[in-house]
Every structure is written in structure tokens, then in C-alpha cells.
């Protein structure tokens, strides 16, 4: 809205949001378990990524309505203003009391320590890295397909993020009424596998209408893996350790 901004202050913006990203994901996932008796974490991450995959569809649908009414620039303020909104949400939530820890720099290497010395978090960190590496990554590639491969322009690039995102939302809700943690571990390696079929009919497909309910399917499939694979993490660590664990997790 100034004219100040340059090419190169946006990455240095880009490094900046990952770093604060980094604080901030781990932290959602460790409040979680204080929040809701043991017995529902499963159910609430469930609802958690369900409303953040929510987001993936209402999110781009609103924003091109804001930016065709008020441009850019006050797009981003109101982004802000909503932001400031949900800072102030945040604080009026009423945490359980914890004892104080000043476990010094050494406690920065607690959870990878942990990690390191239990085969079943080592087998949930691999887990989640297989399709976080070689599945999820089709998501930075959509633009691509829209514009190269199915020729639908920015346009349809909306229409393929927001059915991925239903597809995650739905995946996401299958996890939350589950609400038990028995039986995921078995369903996680089918999915593991399962994950990377729909992918590959989606490189493989030239045609919108095949694309699209195979985005679905991959929707679901992901975020039901990543919704299970956390909670099977959350029911295994304590609270004294949670933090440092799932800040090696969200690094994995």
C-alpha cells in the first residue's frame, strides 16, 4: 500500500513467518492435551485439523472476494485485524496450572533424546516422514498442473485447492469420530500405502473431472494419516516433554 515493498524483502518475510510458524505449531499441538481429558484427544486433534484444513477452503474463496472489493493491500490489514481477533480468543483460554521448569539449553535436545530411545515414537517419526516427503509435496505442484496441464488458469488452481481441502476436511473428521486411538497404528500403514495412489492418477490424468475426485480422495487420505499418526504421538509422550517432542515432530 506504501510502494516500499522490493522483490527481495519477501523472502526475508518468508523466513521470518517459517521461523514464527515453528513456535507456533508445536505450541497448538501441546495445548491440546491440556485442554481435553485424555480419553477425547484423539477426537480433538481430529477437530483441530479439521478446522485448519477447513481453512485451505474457505480461506481462498473469501480472500478473492476481499481482494476483488478492497485490493490487496486492505486484504492484508484485514488479515491482520482477524489475527489480532484470535490472539485475543487465545488469551481468554483458561490453561491447568503447571509447575515451572528451567530445564536450560540442554532440555532443547530432551525430545530428540526421547525420540531417539523409543522404538515406538521412532516408528511414528518415520511413518509420518515417508508421505511428508515423497506424497504431500504434489500440493506446491498444483499450480502447475492447472496452468500446464489442465489449462484452467488461477481460476481452476482455486477449484483444485479447495476440493483437496475438502477431501482433508472430511479425512480429518473420520479421525475426530473415531475418537479412540485403538486400532489406528494398522490403519496407518494401509494409508501409508494407499496415500500414493490417488497421486499418481493424479500426475498421470489430463482430464479436470478425473483430477478432481482423485485431489479428494488424496485429501482425505493425508489428513487422516498426518490426524492419526499425532495422535498415537500425543497419547505416548507426557506433558513434561510434549513441547520438545512435537517440535521434533513438526521438524520431521
Known amino acids: 500500500m506504501s510502494g516500499f515493498v522490493r522483490p527481495w524483502h519477501l523472502p526475508i518475510a ?20 491440556s485442554l481435553v481429558p485424555r480419553e477425547d484427544l484423539t477426537n ?45 480468543l487465545v488469551l481468554r483460554i483458561m490453561l491447568p496450572p503447571r509447575a515451572a521448569q528451567s530445564a536450560g539449553g540442554r532440555g532443547i535436545f530432551d525430545g530428540i533424546r526421547l525420540v531417539a530411545s523409543r522404538a515406538d515414537l521412532r516408528a511414528l517419526f518415520l511413518l509420518a516422514s515417508i508421505p511428508t516427503l515423497f506424497v504431500f509435496p504434489y500440493i506446491g505442484f498444483l499450480n502447475v498442473f492447472a496452468r500446464d496441464i489442465l489449462r484452467i ?6 477449484l483444485l485447492m479447495a476440493v483437496s481441502g475438502c477431501g482433508a476436511v472430511v479425512g480429518s473428521l473420520l479421525v475426530a469420530a473415531a475418537a479412540r486411538s485403538e486400532g489406528i497404528g494398522r490403519l496407518l500403514l494401509g494409508m501409508t500405502v494407499l496415500y500414493g495412489l490417488p497421486i499418481v492418477g493424479v500426475a498421470l490424468s489430463r482430464t479436470l473431472w478425473v483430477t478432481l475426485p482423485l485431489l479428494f480422495v488424496a485429501g482425505m487420505l493425508g489428513a487422516a494419516f498426518m490426524s492419526g499418526n499425532n495422535a ?21
Open 14 to 33: 518468508a523466513f521470518l513467518n517459517g521461523s514464527l510458524l515453528a513456535l507456533l505449531i508445536p505450541t497448538q499441538q501441546s495445548l491440546v492435551p
Open 44 to 88: 480433538a486433534i481430529g477437530l483441530m485439523s479439521a478446522g485448519q484444513n477447513m481453512t485451505r477452503v474457505v480461506g481462498p474463496s473469501v480472500a478473492g472476494i476481499v481482494i476483488g472489493a478492497i485490493g490487496v493491500g486492505p486484504t492484508f490489514l484485514a488479515q491482520a485485524i482477524a489475527v489480532a481477533v484470535s490472539f485475543i
Open 153 to 158: 488458469g488461477a481460476e481452476g488452481l482455486g
Open 232 to 252: 498415537l504421538v500425543q497419547h505416548r509422550v507426557t506433558d513434561d516433554v510434549r513441547g520438545r517432542v512435537m517440535g521434533a515432530y513438526m521438524l520431521a
